[in-house]
């Protein structure tokens, strides 16, 4: 047991840690506030144009990473709408993304949309509000299974973060229903009750706090009922879809051509293509999403490993390939 207990110790579970090995959050001593990105008079998150003065990430007027929007950069071209696959998250370096590639390829014009921590409400709402304004020929939206199948609804609304972005991680302002009015409040529940036995309640979660392997084993029931959870909404995506059936409307009420590429999770990169589209079946099938929806063959070779867990740079450079595939299918419509 006491060996059990230092070898978890030594690879990072410290007593009370009940978190996931996908959480990219940390505990720290005092939180730090950073304003990289923040959500605008429309609802849209954007990239904090006063925080990337001082960065090398170019960002335009409008808070993307990608050129000035207006019809002449992108009439005729594609628009790509996503989370931070799109942005580029974790290319080394940032331009050898899969994005920045497909705008960087002279054959075709290109506006990235991608922005890290962008989902479903934010997809439609950048398509309503750019496809009329910029008229692209086709939009490529990425859909991460990992995140974008959504437990909950969200309304975006002017001004308002659904993150706030600190020194431990991401954290979404609404954690199991409860609506944080501030980062530290956000922080406090995830340390303290969600993912962190930092404040236990009675006997059973003091003792469990204090020892890292009674932590693994209490963490096991939390990850049966977030298993559980996952299955059910697998079954029953009926948030995500609205939002995809949003974007086709959108789309179709524009004569502008559309596809959905699916990006996995790194732990079914390896599934085979046909396999993966019968466990998610209920989106695959959807008869409204059903023309739109693309999956390449992934492995998991091409994904960093948890937490970061996005494309490495093999895995942006397939995605380039199969996208500019897709692009120029469509644009020889």
């Known amino acids: 047991m006491g060996i059990i207990e230092a070898t978890l110790r030594f690879i990072g579970y410290q007593p009370g840690d009940i978190s996931p090995n996908w959480i990219n959050f940390e505990p720290v001593d005092s939180l730090i506030i950073y304003n990289d ?27 993307f990473r990608t050129s000035e929007l207006d019809s002449s950069s992108v009439k005729g071209g594609t628009m790509l709408i996503g989370d931070s696959f799109v942005w580029g998250m974790t290319a ?14 002279s054959t075709f014009q290109v506006i990235n949309l991608g922005i890290p921590a962008a989902d479903p409400p934010q997809y439609s709402l950048l398509a309503e509000t750019y496809i009329p304004k910029l008229q692209p020929k086709q939009v490529l939206v990425y859909f991460f299974m990992g995140n974008d199948l959504m437990k909950r609804d969200r309304e975006p609304k002017p001004n308002k973060p659904f993150y ?15 609506d944080f ?10 340390v303290a009750r969600k993912f962190y036995l930092k404040e ?31 299955e059910q909404l697998i079954k029953k995506p009926e948030i995500t879809i609205g939002y995809l059936k949003q974007i086709v409307t959108t789309c179709k009420n524009h004569n502008t051509l559309l596809k959905i590429v699916v990006i996995p999770e790194i732990k079914e990169a390896d599934m085979d293509v046909e396999e993966y589209r019968s466990k998610y079946s209920a989106i695959f099938d959807e008869p409204t999403l059903k023309p739109y929806l693309e999956l390449p063959q992934t492995t998991k070779n091409w994904f960093n ?9 093999l ?10 595939e897709l692009i120029m299918q469509e644009l020889a419509q």
Not at 164 to 174: E, S, V
Not at 206 to 221: E, N, P, Q
Request: hydrophobic letters at 30%.
């Open 37 to 63: 990105f923040v959500v605008n008079d429309k609802g849209i998150l954007v990239a904090n144009q006063d925080y990337y003065r001082y960065q090398p990430e170019r960002i335009n007027t409008d808070g």
């Open 92 to 105: 080394e370096p940032i331009d050898s993304c899969f994005a920045d590639r497909l705008g960087n390829d």
């Open 164 to 178: 706030f972005y600190t020194n431990a991680g991401a954290i979404l302002t609404n954690i199991d229903g409860n």
């Open 181 to 190: 009015k501030t980062a530290q409040e956000a922080y406090n529940y995830i």
């Open 200 to 230: 236990p309640i009675g006997i059973l979660e003091s003792i469990t706090s204090k020892s890292s392997l009674l932590s693994r084993l209490y963490s096991l029931k939390f990850r049966l009922k977030e298993k559980l959870e996952y």
């Open 305 to 313: 490993d948890y937490p970061d867990a996005h494309l490495n740079n």
């Open 315 to 324: 895995g942006h450079y397939k995605y380039y390939l199969f996208s500019r």
